[in-house]
């Protein structure tokens, strides 16, 4: 089965099983307002290989198991993930 390869421009928050190539521009470790040394979530920001960029949030269960794998600069497959509408302006 050949890898299907998605691209940012075509998220919509209806569908569930994206395939996206990613570089990680940016990462930003958001720490806790109580406790600075606990961190509550990460910000990423997402590159694709057209250029199109993504702003992505990776809450506290995912950051304890994904925390220590990702890194800035370097390109990951991200598969399966929910998307959803940004309701800010």
Partial sequence: MAF???YHADVHPRYHEWN???YVIRMLEVP???NPKVMTHVELILQDSKGDRLHAVLNWPMLK???GVLA???M???RNFVVIENSMK
């Fill in 76 to 78: 990951f497959n991200m």
């Fill in 65 to 67: 198991r994904w925390g």
């Fill in 32 to 34: 806790s307002k109580s």
């Fill in 20 to 22: 996206f190539n990613v």
């Fill in 72 to 74: 800035e600069f370097k």
């Fill in 4 to 6: 299907r390869e998605d």
